[in-house]
């Protein structure tokens, strides 16, 4: 059990849908974050939210639309992804987004996506 | 060159061998180091994480840092089965803005029973 839950787990899709990926952290942290994990490939960060306000948006699809309604909960909505985009979506959290001492980052289990 | 640099392994070691994970990186900034471990199909698990050059123990875990040649290490001693997963090292800087956490590739281990 990990204080970062994310669902689904897994999820298949296809080119044409739309779904959403849900992040919940029972941490008490201020900053959240979307990371996607290929393989051989290394954490490619996505998007970070620090109280809420989106700060890094790290060159990613417009297809790819986060939203963080408060400091627990983060969601990744999915429309009209192409294959390339099955990997893993990891949620993350820590205390601030300062980085260093003190801003240990923590996953959730990731949702597996498929994108058929 | 690529910030952090991380042998994909696989490493296969037999059980109760000590197990050595290394990375490198080219930015002297660092300041604060992790280790996490990730089994299949799970989200990465921290492990360890030091802060400044030398060791850190954890049971059977010691995390090692040397700045002055840019590399740190993870130690496994006595390593069983159940530590079979792949291993990330991070890093992270306050001096070279904010929300930079730097992942390596990750080294997969096996551990043979």
């Known amino acids: 059990e990990t204080g970062v839950t994310q669902t689904p787990r897994h999820l298949v899709m296809g080119m044409t849908n739309k779904k959403s990926l849900k992040c919940e952290q029972h941490l008490g942290h201020n900053a959240m974050y979307w990371y996607k994990q290929s393989a051989k490939k290394p954490l490619e960060l996505m998007f970070v939210?620090?109280?809420?306000?989106?700060?890094e948006n790290n060159s990613v699809p417009s297809r790819f639309s986060p939203e963080c309604p408060n400091s627990s909960h983060l969601f990744l909505h999915l429309h009209t992804l192409q294959p390339e985009d099955s990997a893993l979506y990891l949620c993350a959290s820590s205390q601030d987004g300062l980085g260093g001492v003190g801003n240990t980052i923590y996953f959730g289990e990731g949702s597996w996506l498929t994108v058929v | 060159q690529k910030e952090v640099e991380q042998d994909p392994g696989p490493l296969s070691v037999p059980e109760g061998a000590i197990v050595s994970l290394n990375c490198t990186y080219s930015?002297?900034?660092?300041?604060?180091f992790m280790w996490y471990r990730q089994y299949s199909r799970k989200g990465p698990e921290l492990l360890m994480y030091?802060?400044?050059?030398g060791n850190k123990e954890d049971g059977r875990f010691t995390a090692q840092v040397d700045k002055s040649s840019k590399y740190i290490s993870l130690f496994i001693r006595d390593s069983q089965p159940s530590d079979s997963a792949t291993y990330l090292c991070a890093m992270s800087s306050t001096t070279s803005g904010t929300y930079k956490y730097i992942f390596g590739t990750g080294t997969r281990l096996k551990v043979l029973a």
């Open positions: 030091t802060y400044s050059s």
């Open positions: 930015n002297s900034a660092f300041q604060y």
């Open positions: 939210y620090s109280l809420e306000e989106r700060v």
